[in-house]
């Protein structure tokens, strides 16, 4: 689940663990378009947050969060600008919310 990365202000950088690592490295992948990895051209994001068609949304984010290995989307639900995501993990369930605006 690491993204290697270059910071170059690293003065208010935090490291997280457990739920909130899950839940970054959700949100880089879902915020990052497809190819825009320069680790590997095969990974991010398979959805736009603009699409209006729900279930096209649906199915972009599972196929996106189904890249991290160990995890599988359980189920996804829209809400407004807000995108909640189950997604199962290392034996438990987690929810994750995140909001469409902030993908673009």
Request: with cysteine; hydrophobic share 40%.
């Given at each position: 689940?690491?993204?290697?990365?270059?910071?170059?202000?690293?003065?208010?950088?935090?490291?997280?663990?457990?739920?909130?690592?899950?839940?970054?490295?959700?949100?880089?992948?879902?915020?990052?378009?497809?190819?825009?990895?320069?680790?590997?051209?095969?990974?991010?994001s398979r959805v736009s947050?603009?699409?209006?068609?729900?279930?096209?949304?649906?199915?972009?984010?599972?196929?996106?969060?189904?890249?991290?290995r160990g995890c599988t989307?359980?189920?996804?639900?829209?809400?407004?600008?807000?995108?909640?995501?189950?997604?199962?993990?290392?034996?438990?369930?987690?929810?994750?919310?995140?909001?469409?605006?902030?993908?673009?």
């Amino acid at each position: 689940m690491d993204f290697p990365l270059v910071l170059s202000d690293t003065s208010t950088l935090s490291f997280v663990y457990g739920y909130d690592e899950l839940k970054q490295a959700l949100y880089l992948l879902l915020k990052t378009w497809y190819g825009r990895f320069l680790q590997s051209p095969v990974i991010g994001s398979r959805v736009s947050p603009h699409v209006v068609e729900e279930l096209t949304l649906r199915a972009g984010i599972s196929a996106t969060i189904t890249q991290l290995r160990g995890c599988t989307c359980e189920d996804v639900r829209v809400s407004g600008d807000n995108v909640v995501v189950r997604v199962s993990y290392g034996g438990r369930l987690d929810d994750f919310e995140y909001s469409l605006s902030s993908f673009n």
